[in-house]
């Protein structure tokens, strides 16, 4: 049973950082692409970025890109997303997604496990 645990959500001003961690369990995830997902109050959940596990390679949205890094730990299963200079519209409950689909989704309906989430806030 694939379980995706996140943590690391928080309440944070303007410019600073966080760190989300997701902790995955349940079977190998060697081939597996990990992402990151957001969603706002009354928005879409969008993409935010991904690592394909078995090589490392990694995938920004736009809004992020520069700012945001994702990386995984092979020994602890671990996907993580570094955020450095936020902004009060990254305010978000950001959600830990994975998939063995070949190309990287962007969508949600790319994804085949979730976690619960973890709300990060923003303030200015």
């Known amino acids: 049973q694939v379980q995706l645990v996140e943590s690391g959500g928080g309440l944070v001003q303007a410019g600073g950082s966080l760190r989300l961690s997701c902790a995955a369990s349940?079977?190998?995830?060697?081939?597996?692409?990990m992402a990151w997902f957001r969603q706002a109050p009354g928005k879409e959940r969008e993409f935010v970025a991904a690592?394909?596990?078995?090589?490392?390679?990694?995938y920004y949205a736009d809004s992020v890109n520069g700012r945001f890094t994702i990386s995984r730990d092979n020994a602890k299963n671990t996907v993580y997303l570094q955020m450095n200079s936020l902004k009060p519209e990254d305010t978000a409950v950001f959600y830990c997604?994975?998939?063995?689909?070949?190309?990287?989704?962007?969508?949600?309906?790319?994804?085949?496990?979730w976690g619960q989430g973890t709300q990060v806030t923003v303030s200015s």
């Open positions: 690592i394909r596990w078995s090589v490392g390679r990694v």
């Open positions: 997604a994975a998939t063995r689909a070949v190309v990287v989704p962007r969508d949600r309906q790319g994804y085949d496990y």
């Open positions: 349940g079977r190998t995830f060697v081939n597996y692409i």
